[in-house]
């Protein structure tokens, strides 16, 4: 059996709408996935991602869950599935962003990269063999390989050789995913029984702003030969233009018969403008964090809950948004929960800014569908400009 299955039923322009079916179930693209990163979308119960907001697929972090709670726990549980309690489908990244994100960073070598754990200052070393034995013990179903990511500045020659570095640890992590699936140390195949298909393996673009490098980056990934390919790399300090060059040169150029993925980007009109270059799968902390500090995401732009300009406003966050916070609560009672600093106004913020991250997707689907998504997206982008009022 294919790990993953993946069809394109509509497109408009070089938008696509299609099905994903992985080993858990059928993913409708383009989607976005909710981060959990340590096994838990922060804020959120499972109950409501599956049910209310009716999320498919969400992510696992392989750099979090490897230092904590570790990998034996979460072997003995039976897979990351089982250890949280999620049914759904799951995709684990490679650890190496975490890495260069949290500056934890020691030392890079062929062979990969050492750092300090952020939890306890320990000396660790995570390369591609040791991010597929870990992603097979997780038991996700999409695996990503291990990369390295230039900062969005970096210089030509800096960017060729870690872009270069990344390919050939592309290979790597090819070779010890095949060698663990045949072994079977993809847990997430050994526990549930029933499951057709092996875990899924996707390579990532790299190359930082420089297109040449881009392209010879995907060059090299297809050559490997992944079941999808990522972008990673971008909306990591760079300008959001020189961002959407990169996607509209690279996206129309992956192979069409498999998903594309844009890793960690963005906000809900940066998903849209995405879409439109071709991109089929997203994934970005910002619904979840900035719920967690008070900012939603409305048809209408962005809404600061804490303003004062919302103490006497009974309408709902967003009157557009059918979802449970919003036919509940206003924007009054939002702004006493977080200025009380009650936990429930991360939890309901949270709450909306999925539904509303969930609802645009579902939105982008239906006008590629129907035709509709050069309108669907010109009316989606001015509608934003009315800052929540
Ligand atoms: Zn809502």
């Excluded at 993913?27 to 959990?36: A, L, N």
């Excluded at 881009?214 to 060059?219: H, I, K």
């Excluded at 916070?325 to 949270?350: D, F, P």
């Amino acid at each position: 059996m294919n790990p993953l299955d993946f069809k394109i039923d509509a497109k408009s322009g070089e938008a696509r709408a299609g099905v994903l079916t992985t080993r858990r179930g059928r993913i409708e693209t383009p989607v976005f996935m909710p981060v959990g990163t340590a096994g838990t979308v922060k804020g959120i119960r499972f109950e409501a991602l599956e049910s209310e907001l009716d999320a498919n697929i969400i992510l696992g972090n392989t750099y979090h869950l490897w230092l904590r709670p570790g990998i034996d726990v979460i072997k003995a549980a039976g897979g990351l599935h089982r250890f949280m309690g999620w049914n759904g489908a799951l995709l684990t990244d490679s650890g190496g962003f975490q890495v260069w994100s949290l500056g934890a960073l020691r030392k890079i070598t062929e062979e990969g990269t050492e750092f300090r754990s952020h939890l306890d200052g320990s000396l660790r070393f995570l390369s591609p063999e040791v991010s597929m034995e870990v992603q097979a013990a997780l038991g996700s179903d999409i695996v990503m390989v291990f990369d390295e990511c230039a900062p969005g500045e970096a210089s030509h020659e800096e960017t060729e050789r870690s872009m270069n570095l990344t390919a050939r640890w592309a290979k790597r992590s090819k070779d010890a995913f095949d060698r663990l699936q045949t072994e079977g140390g993809d847990t997430g195949q050994i526990e549930s029984e029933g499951l057709s298909g092996a875990q899924a393996l996707f390579g990532i673009v790299q190359g930082a702003g420089h297109l040449d490098l881009r392209r010879n980056s995907l060059e090299q990934t297809v050559n490997i030969g992944f079941d999808g390919y990522a972008i990673g790399g971008l909306s990591v300090g760079e300008e959001k233009s020189l961002m959407f060059e990169v996607i509209e040169d690279i996206a129309p150029r992956m192979p069409r018969d498999v998903p594309r993925y844009l890793m960690g980007v963005g906000t809900p009109e940066d998903l849209i403008e995405a879409v439109a270059r071709g991109v089929d799968m997203f994934d970005c902390v910002l619904p979840t964090r900035n719920g967690r500090t008070g900012q939603a995401f409305t048809s209408r732009g962005k809404l600061n809950v804490k303003n004062a300009q919302w103490m006497n406003d009974t309408r709902p966050l967003d009157e557009s948004c059918g979802c449970s916070v919003c036919r509940r609560h206003s924007r009054a009672y939002l702004r006493h929960l977080y200025t009380s600093g009650e936990m429930l106004a991360s939890i309901l913020l949270t709450h909306h800014n999925l539904a509303f991250f969930l609802d645009t997707m579902r939105g982008v689907r239906q006008a590629i569908r129907s035709g509709d998504f050069p309108k669907f997206r010109r009316e989606f982008t001015e509608r934003l400009d009315a800052n929540g009022e």
